[in-house]
């Protein structure tokens, strides 16, 4: 899987920039990542969202939380338009232990976490509200406008903070997760370069500087899912990406993806998706 590190140039004094996106209608699927915090509101379009080994579909009005470590990308071969919201992690951090806190939506999530809040959900009406409210003092750039942001964005972040928590969607121990998440990152990083290729539990373990058992059990703990399953997601997503954005034939995409037969392919794919590679081909508009 190729990605990139995009670098957004944040100014130290403002601490976070307000910008409207368009999505990616290349052909070429390159994920990237930042080096700051995320947050999309979709104005208007259609399409697909990719966080990591995850797949969302974009509807008006989806709101997206990505921290600096996720690979993402909007691909949309129709008009897309989104409200993007970029944050230095700095913007929180004081000094006070609690305010990490408002960073753990971001960080500390479990396998109940997602990164998209919908309009069905609890909350959504006060995350919107408040999207809305910074969208239009950045517009407006009335005076003090830099000053109601960053007390609108601290304010998103409370709200998100205990709508995670009611949801059971974030644990306790901000620092500890980190700590974990620092010791398997590396080998994280391996996975998404080299997931094509035929990677044993063994090797990524050793890769890890741990045995085997210990690895998995240290695996799920962090990430929420196993290696194997983890590894399986990304293989599938990608295949996902290849049948949306090219004309190869399945049985291509199946030995790109890392798939050692055509076989194990269309069955790990259906019990995935409901559907099989071909079905699902079909089923997708003309690109």
Request: one cysteine or more; a neutral charge; hydrophobic letters at 40%.
């Amino acid at each position: 899987m190729r990605f990139v590190k995009e670098d957004i140039i944040i100014s130290p004094q403002l601490q976070f920039d307000i910008f409207i996106g368009n999505g990616d209608n290349s052909d070429l699927f390159i994920m990237h990542f930042h080096n700051c915090l995320e947050i999309n509101y979709i104005i208007d379009g259609t399409r697909t969202n990719f966080i990591e080994y995850k797949q969302f579909e974009l509807s008006q009005g989806d709101i997206y939380v990505i921290n600096n470590l996720e690979r993402h990308k909007a691909l949309s071969k129709n008009a897309l338009k989104m409200l993007v919201i970029v944050i230095s992690p700095s913007l929180v951090l004081g000094g006070n232990p609690n305010d990490y806190e408002f960073l753990e939506p971001f960080f500390h999530r479990n396998i109940n976490f997602s990164n998209c809040i919908k309009k069905d959900e609890d909350d959504y009406l006060k995350f919107e509200g408040i999207i809305l409210e910074i969208w239009s003092e950045w517009e407006m750039k009335e005076v003090g406008f830099r000053l109601v942001i960053k007390s609108l964005l601290l304010k998103l972040f409370a709200i998100m903070f205990r709508h995670c928590k009611f949801n059971q969607s974030i644990d306790d121990g901000f620092s500890e997760f980190q700590k974990s998440y620092d010791r398997i990152k590396s080998t994280l990083d391996y996975v998404h370069d080299n997931f094509h290729k035929e990677l044993s539990l063994e090797y990524l373990a050793k890769k890890a500087c741990m045995n085997r058992t210990y690895f998995c059990t240290f695996f799920k703990k962090v990430m929420g899912i196993g290696v194997t399953q983890y590894l399986q997601s990304i293989r599938l997503e990608y295949s996902i990406r290849l049948i949306k954005s090219t004309d190869h034939q399945i049985m291509s995409i199946c030995f790109l993806c890392g798939f050692n037969s055509i076989s194990n392919f269309n069955r790990v794919f259906k019990n995935y998706f409901g559907v099989s590679p071909t079905e699902y081909k079909n089923q997708e508009p003309n690109k």
